[in-house]
Nanobody, 125 residues
Framework: VQLQAFGGGLVQAGGSTRLSCLAS??????????MGWFRQAPGKEREFVAA????????LYADSVKGRFTISRDNAKNTAYLQMSSLKPVDTSVYYC?????????????????WGQGTLVTVSS
């Protein structure tokens, strides 16, 4: 499975942007697996941001982004999204999308089988 993340860039504080994660066809059916977003700021460990189950019925958010970020997916397009609003400088990170081992999702990186290359989001103050 190859995951390609798009949509990073420079955003002003308080602004919005949307990340996309396209999964290539590989023998794994995208719609059967959960998807997650993680991020890693310079000098810090990778941290969980949001996750969505195979059907979209279960969604998880980190407390730090709850109410500001929205995760979604379009199974027909093999794509997951992360809509980011009310951005803060502390949101500056490389954002990674990941595909779960399972239909369900969790908050730990070990639960994810495949990872995208990451896309940098820089929030200026």
């Amino acid at each position: 499975v190859q995951l390609q993340a798009f949509g990073g860039g420079l955003v002003q504080a308080g602004g919005s942007t949307r990340l996309s994660c396209l999964a290539s066809a590989s023998g794994r059916t995208f719609s059967s697996y959960g998807m997650g977003w993680f991020r890693q700021a310079p000098g810090k460990e990778r941290e969980f941001v949001a996750a969505i189950s195979w059907s979209g019925g279960d969604i998880l958010y980190a407390d730090s982004v709850k109410g500001r970020f929205t995760i979604s997916r379009d199974n027909a397009k093999n794509t997951a999204y992360l809509q980011m609003s009310s951005l803060k400088p502390v949101d500056t990170s490389v954002y990674y999308c990941a595909e779960s081992h399972y239909a369900a999702v969790g908050r730990t990186a070990t639960g994810y089988a495949y990872w995208g290359q990451g896309t940098l989001v820089t929030v200026s103050s």
